[in-house]
């Protein structure tokens, strides 16, 4: 390492947030700024300092501009509007405005207004783009900062278009996903079975090891989807139940294929298209089938949910986090020192997106940005 | 003309129905039979005589085995099972069973029972298989014979899936159709536009005055879906209204541009795949505009639908085509004597449905099977 002389002045610039000031590869666009200690909270709002704040895929096409989601860009950070990367995150209220009621100092609060921008030390919310999370037995840093995006996927989607009893099968491809091994553990503890399909890959058998444990009841590959005997096996696995949920983050050819296994009157939700490839069905399952194609969008269910809804479902995942019944996931943690350089931290962020766009790390990578405020 | 030796002694046997033994193509399957008399209809049943049915794309695919919904064979007509063809048509009430109240001798009714069989004479039919239908001034028996698959189709896709108010648009391709022109006039009558897109053609302003003259508000054909003004030209006439419903009888590539059309939350139904071409969406249009896309049937409507429902509906139609705001299809009536030998009646329908398959002619063909019995 070399000597730098750009160590920060402590005393005046004690928070720090991983900026952009126009869309581009992240790896490049991304740099570290640090700003003053945040005046005391405006009426109805709170003062809260981040703890951890992933780095969803999300985020990065939200950099490169490729998102439909935009965030507001955040003013007097810099001479210049900026934005601030990061959806996601768990943050600690460190001080409270006036009005604001059921929020203590210390309290763990998470987003839940979209590209809020939480790859920062410091930040100002209004009270409505927060909700509190309890503090459970169990339930982790990692479990929280990453609880708004995925799990809530993973549950919604599992609730909101059949009404699955005891006993039922859920269909899902990119099962290995992030939001895929939640549907495996929320279906499990549910009681619901789950049929798992991922990408024919070598080490297949650890994979359906490390599914099964979280609660998986079959897991196969895409292969299997061509295989014409897997009619049959389904039929034999369900008891020839009509399976009437099937959930879809990869489009393309292997969709097509899932989508025949469905029953009558089913629903498709489709929350991602790894494959880049569309969504191609044949007509006649509409029609004859009764099969209905939705989409789902975590940040949508926000926009649109009541709080009270929006509070229950937090609750109902944070009790399964504490149980051990959802997981969190595989991760590894990006610390940055409140002593780091602005230039030393912004290279670190970059370092991390470089390694990510790289491929399959199969971990999700956390920031903890750290800051002398307390 | 030949001498026929064949001709029918009509004391005996008063009735026909045209018939399949199994399933083929249908300008080589279908025979003529002819039937003694009916027996007096049992409790909770009617006996009918059809006065007009239409001769149905679908009625062909069922003969040719390749449409999911499969008829029952009808006993006693000959030695061995045969199929009756038909699904659609008007009938008038001949003889009435004990128990059935709300229905007169000579009252005129239609199937709500998918696959019936009405290309015959005469047919003995259950109470909750049929439905009257009012004879208001201005009904013809060519409205009243093709008015449960078409029109009910196009009222309900613009009923049952957004709530729609005066002013709002609705898209449709395959304009054309006979539910393309029933949406037209069902959506003028309701104060709705239409966006109406149908195939390149020779004599295309003939047919946009003919679907304009319908009520349709824009007509333009596939072609225009690639032109990169047309966003632009649809934003004008809707004045920046979001499009909520979109109405699918084509699917394939032009569905795909079309959809691109709608706005948030908005609805895409198919009824019918004229291109052979799969639905194929993108599945941003699914997870970020929040597209549904939905297949209607009117035959599971039947079975799904209340009866009280299922009147109302017909009653409704009933009087949009009685004030003229619903027009009968264009029309060819092929008429079969009671005095026409079987093997004249049979080779009468198979010649027809030869004309049907060689292509486009634009009019539906309706079979008149004439019976000595009254």
Request: aromatic share 6%; charged share 20%.
């Amino acid at each position: 390492m070399a000597f730098h002389s750009t160590r920060r002045l402590l005393s005046q610039c004690t928070n720090r947030a991983i900026v952009y000031s126009q869309n581009g590869d992240p790896a490049k666009v991304l740099t570290a700024v640090s700003f003053r200690p945040l005046p005391p909270p405006a009426p109805n709002t709170v003062n809260v300092k981040f703890l951890l704040a992933p780095i969803n895929p999300a985020d990065l096409n939200v950099i490169e501009g490729v998102y439909p989601a935009k965030p507001s860009p955040t003013p007097g950070l810099t001479a210049e509007p900026v934005f601030v990367g990061g959806n996601e995150g768990l943050a600690r209220v460190t001080s409270i405005g006036d009005g604001v009621s059921g929020l203590s100092r210390d309290d763990w609060v998470v987003m839940t207004k979209a590209q809020i921008g939480t790859w920062c030390t410091g930040k100002n919310v209004g009270v409505h783009d927060i909700v509190k999370v309890p503090r459970v037995d169990g339930l982790t840093e990692v479990h929280a900062a990453t609880m708004t995006v995925n799990p809530p996927t993973a549950y919604n989607m599992l609730k909101d278009f059949v009404p699955l009893q005891e006993g039922d099968w859920v269909i899902q491809n990119g099962a290995n996903s992030a939001v895929g091994q939640a549907v495996i553990q929320i279906a499990a503890s549910r009681g619901l079975k789950t049929l798992n399909f991922v990408r024919p890959r070598e080490n297949l058998s650890e994979l359906i090891k490390q599914l099964e444990d979280l609660g998986a009841t079959k897991v196969l590959t895409y292969d299997a989807l061509t295989d014409k005997s897997l009619r049959n096996d389904v039929k034999e696995w369900t008891g020839g139940k009509n399976i009437s949920l099937a959930l879809n983050c990869v489009g393309g050819k292997e969709t097509t294929l899932m989508t025949r296994l469905l029953g009558n009157n089913a629903h498709l939700v489709s929350y991602g298209a790894m494959s880049k490839q569309p969504l191609s069905l044949p007509t006649s399952l509409f029609i004859f089938k009764n099969l209905t194609a939705h989409g789902f969008w975590q940040s949508q269910w926000y926009l649109t949910r009541p709080r009270e809804e929006q509070e229950q479902v937090m609750n109902t995942l944070v009790n399964l986090m504490g149980q051990g019944k959802l997981k969190p996931p595989k991760h590894e943690i990006v610390s940055i020192s409140a002593e780091d350089s602005d230039e030393e931290a912004g290279q670190k962020v970059r370092d991390v997106i470089t390694k990510i766009s790289e491929g399959q790390q199969g971990k999700k990578n956390l920031l903890r940005l750290e800051s002398s405020e307390s």
